[in-house]
T-cell receptor, first 111, second 116 residues
Framework: RKEVEQDPGPFNVPEGATVAFNCTYS??????FFWYRQDCRKEPKLLMS???SGNEDGRFTAQLNRASQYISLLIRDSKLSDSATYLC????????????FGTGTRLQVFP | DARVTQTPRHKVTEMGQEVTMRCQPI?????VFWYRQTMMQGLELLAY????????DSGMPKDRFSAEMPDATLATLKIQPSEPRDSAVYFC??????????????FGDGTRLSIL
């Protein structure tokens, strides 16, 4: 079982839709959490950090549930440009910089 | 806009050849990471350095892979001898490490490696 698990998708949604991705992690000591975005044949780029209290950045909302060990990403009012793979990322502890990546969830937004 | 620079962008070579990939981290960053990405396994960490010292290379096949940081502006990943199963995209990333804070890493464009 992978340490960070995601539904690979693809999620096919129309423009304007709201879509949510979940991610689970197995190491209960994990400390830091992120969502990265990766476009086809490009490098991963940080989308947003995930804080315990939940956080929002424009149309994107991230939530963390430590008790259930899952992280979510909600995208409202989807745009065609949101089409990409979304990677859930975990850092295990404060004394390491190692990012543990999920395999990603692919989103395709259609007109 | 500062970026991580990787060379070469593409590499095609025959099995058994040595492959060297290079990375120039963002100036001022003190951590450097090497990742490999395949369709089957996703992104896997191969090795990482902090202040040029190797901290973890447990994800790297030791018999054929080696990673070094000869100076703060250059990281290298070598494969010798290369095998077809090494075909993948290799990403370098750099970041600024400090305890208890978010540590976003910035990725280079990657090296697309094909071993025939």
């Amino acid at each position: 079982r992978k340490e960070v698990e995601q539904d690979p998708g693809p999620f096919n949604v129309p423009e304007g839709a709201t879509v949510a991705f979940n991610c689970t992690y197995s190491n209960s000591a994990s400390q830091s959490f992120f969502w990265y975005r990766q476009d086809c044949r490009k490098e991963p780029k940080l989308l947003m950090s995930v804080y315990s209290s939940g956080n929002e950045d424009g149309r994107f909302t991230a939530q963390l549930n430590r008790a259930s060990q899952y992280i979510s990403l909600l995208i409202r009012d989807s745009k065609l440009s949101d089409s990409a793979t979304y990677l859930c990322v975990v850092i295990r502890s404060y004394n390491t910089d190692k990012l543990i990546f999920g395999t990603g969830t692919r989103l395709q937004v259609f007109p | 806009d500062a970026r991580v620079t990787q060379t070469p962008r593409h590499k095609v070579t025959e099995m058994g050849q040595e492959v060297t990939m290079r990375c120039q981290p963002i100036l001022g960053h003190n951590t450097v990471f090497w990742y490999r990405q395949t369709m089957m396994q996703g992104l896997e960490l191969l090795a990482y350095f902090r202040n040029r010292a190797p901290l973890d290379d447990s994800g790297m096949p030791k018999d054929r892979f080696s990673a070094e940081m000869p100076d703060a502006t250059l990281a290298t990943l070598k494969i010798q001898p290369s095998e077809p199963r090494d075909s993948a995209v290799y990403f370098c990333a750099s970041g600024l490490a400090y305890r208890g804070k978010d540590q976003p890493q910035h990725f280079g464009d990657g090296t697309r490696l094909s071993i025939l």
